[in-house]
């Protein structure tokens, strides 16, 4: 099983990250990609040494939000354990209004796995696609997306404020 954690708008809290890195570690062991769904990109960079120290050799990925100044893309489509996924920040699909733009731009896309922040809330829409939100780091939430024989499932993982 291939387990990818899934985090959003880390907003400059490196510290919440690493404790929040350190509560999923506890909990759910060894993660094999981790991937970044923006306003945080720079602050996802600035641990990686920390989450390589754990995990070595787990593929790392990002797409950057309304609130990131780098040059990561601002849309991303990746395939794990033969699963294609389709990674976005969220607002260029105005997700804090409607889901349709970004249901639509997986389908486009042909993935079966949609993942997107910006809004803080946590959500999964179990349907197919599978559209998953972690919520936000900064609320010590996170997402792990774990993929089996070609098939997705997702959690969220909710820690409360520390």
Request: charged share 30%; hydrophobic share 40%.
């Amino acid at each position: 099983m291939l387990r990818a954690l899934v985090l959003s708008d880390i907003h400059g809290d490196d510290t919440g990250l690493r404790w929040l890195l350190e509560q999923v570690w506890k909990d759910v062991g060894p993660i094999d990609a981790y991937l970044c769904l923006g306003d945080g990109v720079r602050d996802f960079e600035r641990v990686e040494s920390f989450i390589r120290r754990r995990d070595e050799h787990a593929l790392m990925y990002a797409v950057k939000g309304n609130n990131d100044w780098c040059d990561a893309p601002t849309r991303r489509i990746i395939e794990l354990g033969g699963v294609r996924i389709f990674m976005t920040h969220g607002h260029e699909q105005r997700v804090k209004s409607t889901m349709l733009y970004l249901r639509d731009a997986v389908r486009e896309a042909n993935c079966a796995v949609g993942l997107y922040g910006h809004t803080h809330c946590p959500d999964i829409e179990m349907n197919v696609p599978l559209i998953v939100n972690p919520g936000a780091v900064g609320r010590d939430r996170c997402a792990l997306l774990e993929i089996e024989k070609g098939k997705a499932r997702a959690k969220l993982l909710d820690y409360g404020f520390h």
